[in-house]
């Protein structure tokens, strides 16, 4: 068993377990080591949920303290990553539920069409990711719990307060939307390069 000091310096080398246990005890640098291992990935995560960089910023700050309130509740049964993760996507959801944001997509949008060429090998993650930030905030939300998160429509339909049926359109459209969008992308691209 490691003694935790009140002025130890946990490392980028502590271990998880011990690390946990510097936050349990409420030290204040433990947390801070916390927080700067996973800050930048959680921050992706809310920026793919929020509609602006300030609403990610205040979504990453309330997904921490909710992260540092039940921290206590960490079983070490998956990876802290993985927990951290799912704390703060359910604090997003829980923001996009309370403003009914997810419900925020044209119901008339076209389904996807299954011939459309594969245009998603041509793009780099950042440029999927800057397209995906900019889908309507239901398309994105969907899309962001089935595709990203790994949620299934049931979970989906019960975390968002809507029927499987809604989430499943809501994803289909967020795929044609995506599709036309990546394909715009690249005639603006090759347009470009032409030039």
Not at 26 to 34: A, D, I, M, P, T
Not at 82 to 99: F, M, P, Q, Y
Not at 135 to 163: C, K, Q, S, W
Request: proline fraction near 3%; charge should be neutral; aromatic fraction near 10%.
């Amino acid at each position: 068993m490691s003694f935790l000091s009140n002025t130890a310096n946990p490392s980028a080398l502590t271990d998880e377990k011990t690390l946990i246990q510097g936050c349990l005890k409420g030290y204040e640098s433990y947390r801070y080591e916390l927080y700067k291992r996973f800050s930048g990935k959680m921050f992706a995560v809310c920026k793919r949920y929020a509609g602006s960089r300030e609403d990610a910023q205040d979504y990453l700050q309330e997904g921490f303290v909710k992260v540092f309130d039940k921290l206590n509740t960490f079983q070490f049964n998956g990876s802290l990553e993985g927990w951290i993760r799912r704390v703060v996507v359910h604090t997003c959801l829980n923001h996009l539920r309370s403003r009914k944001l997810y419900l925020d997509v044209p119901e008339n949008a076209p389904i996807a069409d299954a011939n459309a060429p594969d245009a998603l090998n041509e793009m780099s993650e950042k440029e999927l990711m800057n397209l995906i930030n900019k889908m309507p905030a239901g398309y994105r939300t969907v899309f962001n719990m089935y595709a990203i998160d790994g949620f299934d429509h049931a979970e989906i339909a019960e975390t968002l307060g809507v029927n499987e049926g809604t989430s499943r359109s809501q994803l289909a459209k967020g795929r044609n939307w995506l599709k036309k969008a990546i394909e715009k992308n690249l005639i603006h691209d090759s347009h470009a390069y032409q030039a």
